[in-house]
Nanobody, 127 residues
Framework: QVQLVESGGGLVQAGGSLRLSCASSLRTFDIITMSWFRQAPGKEREFVAGLSWSGSSTLYADFVEGRFTISRDNNKNTVYLQMNSLKPEDTAVYYC????????????????????WGQGTQVTVSS
């Protein structure tokens, strides 16, 4: 039973933009934190950005440096990641993830606290 489906990845030149989407069939989508992680070849999966259930709290990894924006539309059960000024080092498989805890404003960067995962979408940035 697929509950998170990412889309929007692709090949882009350095400096370009992509918008990732994650459509959810989770009944709890509107009350849980949703985040994006990424995993580059040979590296650990790492936190990219997170957004609380209410939309009031966001958290970004240091490497984002203001280039990415996470948002959600609870009416559409969808979370987005707008990525601008992409760099070759942003190349990775990007995963959306749903928290196991409801009604939390704090955002965890720890993978173990995320119960729901999508299959990932590949983002490749050429130099």
């Amino acid at each position: 039973q697929v509950q998170l489906v990412e889309s929007g990845g692709g090949l882009v030149q350095a400096g370009g933009s992509l918008r990732l989407s994650c459509a959810s069939s989770l009944r709890t989508f509107d009350i849980i934190t949703m985040s994006w992680f990424r995993q580059a070849p040979g590296k650990e999966r790492e936190f990219v950005a997170g957004l609380s259930w209410s939309g009031s709290s966001t958290l970004y990894a240091d490497f984002v440096e203001g280039r990415f924006t996470i948002s959600r539309d609870n009416n559409k059960n969808t979370v987005y990641l707008q990525m601008n000024s992409l760099k070759p080092e942003d190349t990775a498989v990007y995963y959306c993830a749903g928290s196991s805890r409801a009604y939390r404003e704090e955002i965890s960067t720890t993978r173990i606290l995320y119960t729901y995962w999508g299959q990932g979408t590949q983002v490749t940035v050429s130099s």
